[in-house]
Nanobody, 124 residues
Framework: QVQLVESGGGLVQAGGSLRLSCAAS????????MGWFRQAPGKEREFVAA????????YDADSVKGRFTISSDSTKNTVYLQMNSRKPEDTAVYYC?????????????????WGQGTQVTVSS
């Protein structure tokens, strides 16, 4: 089992930048593909970005492509989400998730472990 703790959320103005962190503990970090999801009030949880367990492959949702970057540091058991050029529609609770499957997934139900989430608010 792996425990995930997100940090770095907060209030940022449109156009600004923010970096989220997700610290993993428990089983070997490198055994999981890692993903970021977000959920705005009244909306379903949606995929944001994912990174393979090796760190060699990344996947981004179309809505954040070119603005957000996912990365990982296995020495720190941490995955990051760098968010640039923020928009008000990026406002949501952001969740980190771990997937023990063979492939990198973009659907929330395919992830095994979740963090508690961190609130990100973008003001216009």
């Amino acid at each position: 089992q792996v425990q995930l703790v997100e940090s770095g959320g907060g209030l940022v103005q449109a156009g600004g930048s923010l970096r989220l962190s997700c610290a993993a503990s428990g089983r070997t970090f490198s055994g999981y593909h890692m993903g970021w999801f977000r959920q705005a009030p009244g909306k379903e949880r949606e995929f944001v970005a994912a990174i393979s367990r090796s760190g060699s492959r990344t996947y981004d949702a179309d809505s954040v492509k070119g603005r957000f970057t996912i990365s990982s540091d296995s020495t720190k058991n941490t995955v990051y989400l760098q968010m640039n050029s923020r928009k008000p529609e990026d406002t949501a609770v952001y969740y980190c998730a771990a997937d023990s499957g063979q492939k990198v997934h973009i659907r929330a139900y395919e992830y095994d472990y979740w963090g508690q989430g961190t609130q990100v608010t973008v003001s216009s």
